[in-house]
């Protein structure tokens, strides 16, 4: 990353462990198929997350809930590993911590379930302790991997000390309007968006329409991300198609997560929105040519070459 972090970076969300088997076709519903390699990785989007910002030189915090298991242990541990501030990392000795179950094919497209556990007793008074001290100039990254009164609370928080929330509307759901007008940025995927507007997108026309109908109820920018066609980035002066780089996709199960963590990594350190999804696209480019979520996530070296 050029530059050095002027804002740090809170990160709220879920940590899971990722269960991979590659496979030549993903199954349809009642179908067998025999697959590949089985593997662990780190994962939850907020890890994820707070791991792309991380590596991208950025100061970074999480708030998050796991298990008093092994997963757990090793999780934390693996982001502490990343510099990640694990301070108000909280531990519920009654859930498992978060797993999710992935499948790849070989084109990387995957399906994924979550077993949220110890993500889902992430509670309004965990955000409420984490966020007392935190700074106007910081930046809120968060997505919905965790209870719905939760993110309400916690963007509620964030606009009132003045902090920019980068809102992931990840797993797809509806969201309360009080919410989606805390987000200073929003960055849904095409599902994602047409579950917020009704309009299936599927090119940078439907995206444009799409993206209109989410400014208009409050965000203050949006970027959706359309896989290998780019993001479509608008405000309610401005609208751009930011072309990604072609790569060969080994395994897309977080590039959504990549994207966010390095738009704020670029944010933090003074640079423009544009300029932060220009550089997101090229660092969420790199993680799709290799397997796992956090492992995948690339260094400010990588993206700068």
């Given amino acids: 990353m050029i530059g050095s972090t002027q804002s740090a ?3 709220i969300g879920s940590i899971n462990t990722d269960m991979v088997v590659k496979t030549q076709s993903l199954p349809a519903v009642g179908e067998t198929v025999i697959g590949g390699n089985f593997f662990m990785s780190a994962g939850g989007k907020g890890g994820n997350q707070a791991v792309a910002a991380a590596r991208l030189g950025a100061e970074v915090s999480m708030v998050a809930n796991l298990g008093m298991d092994m997963f757990g242990d090793t999780a934390i541990n693996k982001l502490q590993a990343e510099d990640i501030d694990c301070g108000f990392v909280s531990r519920d000795k009654h859930q498992a911590s978060g ?3 992935v499948s790849v094919d070989e084109s990387g497209a995957n399906h994924i379930v979550v077993a949220p556990g110890a ?3 992430l509670h309004s008074r965990h955000v409420e302790a984490a966020l007392k001290q935190i700074r106007s100039s910081s930046l809120v990254l968060m997505q919905l991997e965790i209870p719905m009164g939760t993110v309400t609370r916690a963007a509620e928080l964030i ?7 980068i809102l992931d509307p ?3 759901q509806e969201l309360p309007a009080s919410v989606l007008a805390s987000a200073y940025l929003l960055t849904p995927n095409e599902t994602e968006a047409e579950s917020l507007t009704g309009i299936q997108v599927v090119d940078e026309n439907s995206a444009r329409k799409a993206a209109t109908k989410i ?3 409050g965000v203050e920018n949006v970027a959706i991300t359309l896989g290998n066609q ?6 309610n002066s401005s609208s751009h198609l930011i072309l990604s780089p072609t790569v060969d996709a080994v395994d897309t199960t977080a590039a959504g997560d990549c994207f966010n963590g390095s738009v704020a990594a670029a944010l933090a350190t003074g640079s423009s929105l544009l300029e932060s999804i220009e550089f997101a696209c090229k660092a969420a480019s790199i993680s799709v040519t290799r397997l796992g979520a956090q492992d995948s996530m690339p260094y400010a070296r990588e993206v700068e070459m």
């Fill in 170 to 172: 990840a797993p797809a």
């Fill in 159 to 165: 606009r009132e000390k003045g902090c920019r929330l």
């Fill in 9 to 11: 970076i809170t990160v």
């Fill in 215 to 217: 400014l208009a109820v």
């Fill in 119 to 121: 993500n889902s007793t």
């Fill in 99 to 101: 797993v999710a179950l």
């Fill in 230 to 235: 780019g993001v479509f980035f608008a405000n």
